[in-house]
């Protein structure tokens, strides 16, 4: 199509509530109008890329034998009472009621849905193992959208749901549709995507997986060993610590530390190092505001999803009152009150630490647990670190990163089919609940990350395959009629052999031109102008700038074939 | 894909609680399956009809120079509450509230969030004409849905926004969707589908077609001239009584009419013809309880679409109180009190009415209403009726029908860019807000109007350019190794030819297997036996019994590709 016509605006200034890069191209390129907090319209560059990504998401859920299905926006409250989710999810989940007052809800995910349109159909061992998918539009109420397509409100996912007789059945298959992730990833141009165990949450199940693109921008920490295949989300990664056999014991004993509230400035006051102190962190238990504190290592943080997980207990950061008994800033295990606590494991071991004496402005040094405290429950509470030792390999190798989540795949067991009484009969007349697995990808976020991975200052760099045009045909002096012949003539030609061209002959400097071109990032370009005309060429550039060849005019058509093939295949 | 693994159940008994012939066969069928009331999933081969048809009418909006975007379904109040129509729409427009209490709604049409895409880029007539279309899930909170998919709640359809300069561009461009609707029709398999004019009610604007399948089961009352071209929607159809020349006053008498509370009891009793009486019927204001008495030949009724129109008043059929000083059942224009009374024009001219006498058990006979009421105010109320006076034509040849509405169209004017404040500057530097039109279709409602029209007791007989795959392939007899072979053969020559083939290759008898056949509803069948292989043929047997042959097995691939061509373009 003619550039003049697209409909949408360009400029050039990076709007100031853009905090990350592929936002602020969106915006500038005229990809996305922001309609209200997390919730976007797509122009049609933008809906052009969608649509793209989708066709090879649904290529490669065929290919593992999905069925493509489609399932409602709005649910009845109904479906999710039956799994429980109605009741268990938050506010994340919108639920409102309908002209009759029957309360309805926005699906954000459609597990019950799954279950409940093949509930009849997998009667019989005979029909599994099955899979269908859907492409749809999802609401998750977020309290913090952020960072334009990279969390919204309002989003195209596609989620698929399988369904097995065995656990064999369904690890096979799940292992299935995690290479068909991969080739996902690698086809719309981020094969650098890695997967990372997860924690399953809301979702239920026990294994899970998610897919990463790991940039600096993501929103998840991420611990990967420089030595090993080990990889893990912060949320689940253990943290070893191996302590140095300790120093011979000394007495425990109180020190005045006067207005020394954190273990920073206590170390510094007692000019002892971090890894000598015992640090307490303070939880409360949702339910019952009952104090929980978690001991640790001086120089370590409390990890609060392995923390909550461990426990079992939904806890949240304690709000310490006059009337709590705790004395906050000061808190140790030594004639602690009013509080349950648990040390973790990086403190086992170690004896003269400095910790509160539960007394203002006062702390004890030479402290040793087991002596001073008693027996102590010891548990893996702590945020893997920096260099910290790797739980396969063993060496101190592991990295800290950050990643965007794009994808993510579980084991859910039979937690839905069991709750909504989903069963088939087994050869041998047996009634049992079918396992299922359940895969999501979030198209507008893909876009966006791929956007994070592939852009410049002056714009998106499209990998061919998601690109909205494969070719910008810029006519440089349109008003020169040698020049805008010729480039009309390469117009139809290209559009003839198949080629998604976007053709730029507005009567607008080469500078705009060529700003506009880098904004919509086509991977080929093509330079049509006077002077190009007078050598009998024209100028072929990617805008990765690895291709800039003038190419004989007669030739243009091919080469540019050739190389959009090249490039689709690469 | 293989039958066997095609996921959805099919059945024989026609469900009780269909109405209509699409919903049956697609709940026979496994095509949709019921989730809320008016809210369905759609299985795989639902699905891919759906996809079909959006393919359809993507390749015709692009052909009349739409651009595809896509809007939210969910959005914030406030966008409709610029244009005013939070306020003026009824219940079917869904509100909630989100997380952070902010109002939001489900997008049932999206002029508004059109109008907020655009307002800044089309800030100049330069910009103009252009049309954004998307194709998108739609939430109406009916009160009634019914017919599976023909009234449901939640939808998909492709809404499209074209933006003008002119009235006579909008005209222009109006014509050309027209025209791009009929093609959509054509090619989806229901030619015979018409516009009528229509009434555009709460999306504003003056001229509305709706695009019509003539269908005992519609929803809609149609009138349509059998000489000339003349179509409309009852709602907006004129009714043109010419009377015969009046025969000699008689005086007028009050009687005695014991117990004769309709008029066809009054008429009876008196020994008159229905049309040789005024009939009163009562309506209240909505916002005053102001009733307001339309008096109207008695043989015809009231068209209470003309009659809001008219009246520009919201009014409700009456609730007669005793304190309200209306005699329900004998209520006439003579002694009248308490009511506004107004004419249809089915009364001017006659004389010897019988009416009621505002008095119980009497009525009048020998009415004349200019001498025995006085000055008369008369409007067209009534509906139009079976070999009533076309409009156009003049003649008697009016006939009525029913149909489903399968599409509408609308010149909304400024009603949306005047509201919402959206401008151009012309090329001498003045503002105006541009016109605006709007086109719709709804694709599942499509789909099962195109069932209603092509099918019949076994299953729906689905066009060539829709149906879900292009050949249905059964192998008789399984077991049979030398039928097997040929038949997986087959499947894998039709595929490699590119042919979408549904492969049935169970081992049940011919009629499960044909009957499944019949509910699929694809339009070639091939049919490979031990019987046939004897022979050396394959049986090439069309949906539609068209087409139904012998074809020797070396020529079955060329054969079926060369039918399946033809009933492409046909």
């Keep these: 199509m003619k550039l003049e016509k697209l409909v949408g605006d360009r400029f050039k200034e990076r709007p100031a509530d853009c905090v990350i890069d592929s936002h602020a191209l969106m915006m500038r390129g005229g990809y996305i109008k922001h309609v209200a907090n997390g919730i976007y319209?797509?122009?049609?560059?933008?809906?052009?890329?969608?649509?793209?990504?989708?066709?090879?998401?649904?290529?490669?859920?065929?290919?593992?034998?999905?069925?493509?299905?489609?399932?409602?926006?709005?649910?009845?409250?109904?479906?999710?009472?039956?799994?429980?989710?109605?009741?268990?999810?938050?506010?994340?989940?919108?639920?409102?009621?309908?002209?009759?007052?029957?309360?309805?809800?926005?699906?954000?995910?459609?597990?019950?849905?799954?279950?409940?349109?093949?509930r009849e159909y997998g009667n019989t061992y005979a029909k599994y193992p099955f899979m269908i998918y859907q492409i749809q539009t999802k609401f998750r109420d977020e309290a913090r959208p952020r960072g334009g397509l990279i969390r919204v409100r309002e989003f195209t996912m596609k989620?698929?749901?399988?369904?097995?007789?065995?656990?064999?059945?369904?690890?096979?298959y799940y292992a299935k549709a995690h290479s068909a992730y991969e080739r996902i990833y690698?086809?719309?141009?981020?094969?650098?995507?890695?997967?990372?165990?997860?924690?399953?949450?809301?979702?239920?199940?026990?294994?899970?997986?998610?897919?990463?693109?790991?940039?600096?921008?993501?929103?998840?920490?991420?611990?990967?060993?420089?030595?090993?295949?080990?990889?893990?989300?912060?949320?689940?990664?253990?943290?070893?610590?191996?302590?140095?056999?300790?120093?011979s014991p000394e007495e425990l004993k109180k020190v005045h530390t006067p207005g020394t509230k954190t273990i920073e400035d206590v170390?510094?006051?007692?000019?002892?190092?971090?890894?000598?102190?015992?640090?307490?962190?303070?939880?409360?238990?949702?339910?019952?505001?009952?104090?929980?504190?978690?001991?640790?290592?001086?120089?370590?943080?409390?990890?609060?999803?392995?923390?909550?997980?461990?426990?079992?207990?939904?806890?949240?950061?304690?709000?310490?009152?006059?009337?709590?008994?705790?004395?906050?800033?000061?808190?140790g295990p030594v004639g602690l009150k009013n509080a349950v606590a648990y040390f973790d494991t990086s403190l086992k071991g170690l004896n003269n630490l400095c910790c509160g004496a539960n007394e203002e402005n006062y702390h004890y040094t030479g402290l040793q647990i087991e002596r001073d405290f008693g027996a102590a429950e010891y548990h893996d509470f702590a945020k893997a670190i920096e260099n910290g030792i790797c739980p396969d390999c063993g060496k101190s190798s592991l990295s800290l990163s950050r990643g965007?989540?794009?994808?993510?795949?579980?084991?859910?067991?039979?937690?839905?089919?069991?709750?909504?009484?989903?069963?088939?009969?087994?050869?041998?007349?047996?009634?049992?609940h079918p396992l299922m697995g359940?895969?999501?990808?979030?198209?507008?976020?893909?876009?966006?990350?791929?956007?994070?991975?592939?852009?410049?200052?002056?714009?998106p760099i499209w990998p061919m395959s998601i690109a909205?045009?494969?070719?910008?045909?810029?006519?440089?002096?349109?008003?020169?009629?040698?020049?805008?012949?010729?480039?009309?003539?390469?117009?139809?030609?290209?559009?003839?052999?198949?080629?998604?061209?976007?053709?730029?002959?507005?009567?607008?400097?080469?500078?705009?031109?060529?700003?506009?071109?880098?904004?919509?990032?086509?991977p080929i370009r093509v330079i049509v102008s006077p002077r190009n005309m007078k050598e009998n060429v024209c100028e072929v550039v990617t805008r990765t700038k690895s291709v800039s060849e003038k190419v004989e005019i007669a030739q243009v058509a091919a080469f540019v074939q050739k190389l959009k093939t090249e490039m689709l295949n690469s």
């Design 41 to 118: 319209s797509s122009y049609t560059i933008m809906h052009r890329i969608a649509r793209k990504i989708e066709e090879i998401i649904r290529q490669e859920m065929d290919a593992i034998d999905g069925q493509e299905v489609l399932f409602p926006v709005v649910m009845p409250a109904s479906l999710l009472e039956e799994s429980g989710r109605y009741e268990s999810i938050g506010k994340e989940l919108l639920r409102f009621t309908d002209r009759n007052d029957s309360p309805m809800l926005l699906g954000m995910t459609h597990e019950e849905a799954a279950v409940q349109l093949v």
């Design 267 to 331: 170390c510094k006051f007692l000019k002892l190092p971090l890894e000598q102190s015992c640090k307490a962190v303070i939880y409360q238990k949702a339910k019952t505001g009952e104090y929980v504190i978690i001991f640790i290592r001086g120089d370590l943080e409390v990890n609060e999803a392995k923390l909550g997980n461990i426990l079992q207990e939904e806890l949240h950061p304690a709000v310490v009152t006059p009337e709590s008994g705790l004395n906050a800033g000061y808190l």
């Design 404 to 432: 965007i989540e794009v994808g993510n795949i579980f084991q859910l067991g039979d937690k839905y089919t069991k709750s909504m009484d989903m069963k088939y009969t087994d050869d041998s007349g047996a009634l049992h």
């Design 438 to 459: 359940c895969y999501g990808i979030g198209v507008g976020r893909l876009a966006a990350a791929v956007c994070e991975a592939h852009h410049d200052d002056y714009g």
């Design 159 to 172: 989620d698929a749901y399988s369904y097995h007789t065995s656990q064999e059945d369904l690890e096979t």
């Design 468 to 522: 909205p045009w494969q070719v910008h045909l810029c006519c440089v002096r349109a008003n020169d009629p040698e020049a805008k012949a010729w480039a009309d003539k390469l117009y139809s030609e290209l559009q003839a052999g198949g080629t998604e061209v976007i053709y730029d002959d507005r009567p607008v400097s080469a500078g705009v031109m060529f700003s506009d071109a880098d904004l919509l990032g086509v």
């Design 186 to 247: 690698a086809r719309v141009g981020v094969p650098e995507v890695v997967s990372f165990a997860s924690d399953p949450g809301m979702m239920g199940g026990k294994i899970a997986h998610e897919f990463m693109l790991l940039t600096p921008i993501g929103e998840d920490s991420l611990v990967i060993c420089r030595d090993c295949d080990y990889r893990a989300n912060m949320e689940t990664a253990a943290c070893i610590i191996k302590n140095d056999s300790p120093t």
